[in-house]
Nanobody, 123 residues
Framework: QVQLVESGGGLVQAGDSLKLSCAAS????????MGWFRQPPGKEREFVAA????????RYADSVKGRFTISRDNSKNTVYLQMNSLKPEDTAVYYC????????????????WGQGAQVTVST
């Protein structure tokens, strides 16, 4: 069973960049579909990005397309979310997730979750 730990969250200003990391243990990231989700204050958890098992296919929410990039480093067993041109509406708790069977965009399709990292974007 894979364990996931996010890091890299923080407080930034609108227009800044931030890179989240998700370190995996107990399993290799290349064996899973890896996803990033976020939960804004008072709202439902929503899909942000996903990376396929092979690592050569990605999916993004329309709201982050062109600004965010999901990637992984197999040697570090870590997945990243590079976030550029951040906006106040990107403020949320960001979660890393893994699934072995589906390449989905719904939170219920993912079996393993990290504890979350807070990202706050000020105006």
């Amino acid at each position: 069973q894979v364990q996931l730990v996010e890091s890299g969250g923080g407080l930034v200003q609108a227009g800044d960049s931030l890179k989240l990391s998700c370190a995996a243990s107990g399993g290799t990231v290349s064996s899973y579909v890896m996803g990033w989700f976020r939960q804004p204050p008072g709202k439902e958890r929503e899909f942000v990005a996903a990376l396929s098992w092979s690592g050569d296919s990605t999916r993004y929410a329309d709201s982050v397309k062109g600004r965010f990039t999901i990637s992984r480093d197999n040697s570090k067993n870590t997945v990243y979310l590079q976030m550029n041109s951040l906006k106040p509406e990107d403020t949320a708790v960001y979660y890393c997730a893994a699934d072995s069977a589906r390449y989905g965009t719904n939170w219920y399709e993912y079996d393993y979750w990290g504890q979350g990292a807070q990202v706050t974007v000020s105006t």
